[in-house]
């Protein structure tokens, strides 16, 4: 093990070294420790040492410009102003770093293949640069290559990533306000619930992107490339206090609760409103007006729409695992392709108890309904009306519909079900 004098000494050569003044010697260190270390306008160019770790330490206009940072730990490290152009950071941990006015241009992002010791063999494990809530304001990131790293929660706030690889990066509830995202790559990129206020997007490749939340009033994609993205269907923008109500859902979701809050917009009048491509998983439409509404393609997990007139609605598409629409007015709405799926709770830690949440549809009146294609994972049916409704294509399973009214509807085109004898 290094020590902290020894370490401090090789810092003074390397200054010589790169100064090219005699007694110079370039650093080169794996797995050193300079945790909270304190360092200022001095320079590390070049230098040698994956696997360092910078956790906590205070490092303010140093240059870490060419150095090999191979699985670094930067952990809460504050180091604004400091410049990692063209640096190796592949698998770096900088998670809740302050990287304000940070130069990372064209620096190395990608994920790093680890060799970790499991019971005394060697593994590779593959892990993903994380850059998560980290504060990265005013950054200098052109050219850089972010494949797949973790920038989720992080602000970015006037930051510049035009060109940048930004393949299947996770960048949900990122702050993007008024970033350069010009030219940048960012297919199959992770933006749930993000800002997106006054970004640049010219040129952007946004196939596949997950755009779900995103406040894209104002937000000019006229440039990108959005095919197959998704929640960029919208047509029509949200009224003011109810983007606002998504955008704090939209919080509450991607922080895990701890910040914004539940939509919850119990008896309003939301005729006509177009939530396509959200995520309002948990949310609360108990007894609202939302006839012709727009769900399409949203995900309404574990959401609560009792009572709710959603008559002529469309819900094509529409995750509906463990929703709650005891009874709803549901004549006439279209729920072609949908799924009233089940929820599996999970404990804290993320693993199962065991406990399923099934939807329950229990007094729902279906009737003229389109239901052509929708799958039902075994939802709660009491009283269900579905007279006359379209029913081709649909998977029942193993649904209990001893109780369902089918008059009228066209049994023989479901796809599989207990249907009961009197349909």
């Known amino acids: 093990m290094v020590s902290r004098p020894e370490l401090i000494e090789a ?8 100064l090219k003044q005699p007694g110079g010697k370039r650093m080169q260190l794996r797995n050193g420790n300079l945790s909270r270390i304190k360092m200022s306008k001095i320079s590390l160019e070049d230098a040698i040492l994956p696997g360092a770790n910078f956790i906590q330490a205070v490092i303010k206009d140093v240059s870490f410009n060419f150095c090999d940072l191979f699985g670094t730990n930067f952990v809460e490290a504050d180091l604004e102003g400091s410049s990692f152009e063209r640096a190796d950071l592949r698998g770096a941990n900088m998670a809740r770093a302050k990287l304000r006015n940070a130069s990372l ?5 990608r994920s790093g293949v680890m060799i970790v010791m499991d019971a005394g063999r060697e593994r590779r494990v593959k892990r993903a640069t994380d850059l998560g809530n980290a504060d990265m304001a005013g950054s200098m990131m052109a050219g850089a290559n972010l494949s797949e790293a973790n920038m989720s929660g992080s602000s970015l706030v ?18 993007l306000t008024g970033c350069n995202l010009s030219g940048a790559k960012m297919k199959n990129a992770n933006l749930k619930g993000a800002k997106l206020h006054n970004a640049v997007l010219a040129g952007t490749d946004l196939s596949g992107a997950n755009l779900r939340n995103v406040d894209l009033n104002g937000v ?14 919208a047509v029509a923008p949200l009224p003011e206090d109810i983007r606002d109500l998504v955008n704090a859902h939209s919080e509450w979701l991607s922080t895990g609760g701890r910040q914004g809050k539940p939509l919850d917009a119990t008896g309003r009048d939301l005729s006509g409103m177009d939530f396509s491509g959200l995520d309002l998983s948990a949310a609360c439409f108990e007894n609202c007006v939302l006839r012709g509404a727009l769900f399409v393609d949203t995900i309404l997990a574990m959401a609560s729409l009792r ?11 529409a995750i509906l695992s463990g929703v709650r629409l005891n009874g709803a007015n549901c004549q006439k709405a279209i729920f072609q392709g949908a799924r009233f799926g089940a929820v599996e709770q999970r404990d804290g830690n993320g693993q199962k108890t065991g406990v399923i949440w099934y939807a329950d549809l229990s007094g729902a009146d279906f009737s003229k309904a389109d239901m052509r294609n929708a799958s039902f994972s075994q939802p709660k049916m009491a009283e269900v009306k579905m007279v006359r409704a379209n029913i ?14 089918f008059a009228g509807a066209n049994v023989a085109a479901a796809l599989n079900g207990r249907l009961p004898d009197h349909a």
């Open 307 to 317: 009572r709710a007139d959603l008559k002529l609605a469309k819900f094509n598409s």
């Open 105 to 109: 241009k064209a620096a190395d992002l």
């Open 11 to 18: 810092i003074k050569k390397h200054q010589r070294y790169v």
């Open 158 to 175: 006037d930051a510049d990533l035009s060109d940048a690889n930004m393949f299947a990066v996770n960048l949900a509830g990122a702050d």
């Open 392 to 405: 081709s294509g649909v998977a029942f399973g193993e649904t209990d519909l001893s109780s369902v009214d």
């Open 220 to 233: 000019d994609l006229s440039q990108a490339n959005t095919a197959n993205s998704l929640g960029s269907k």
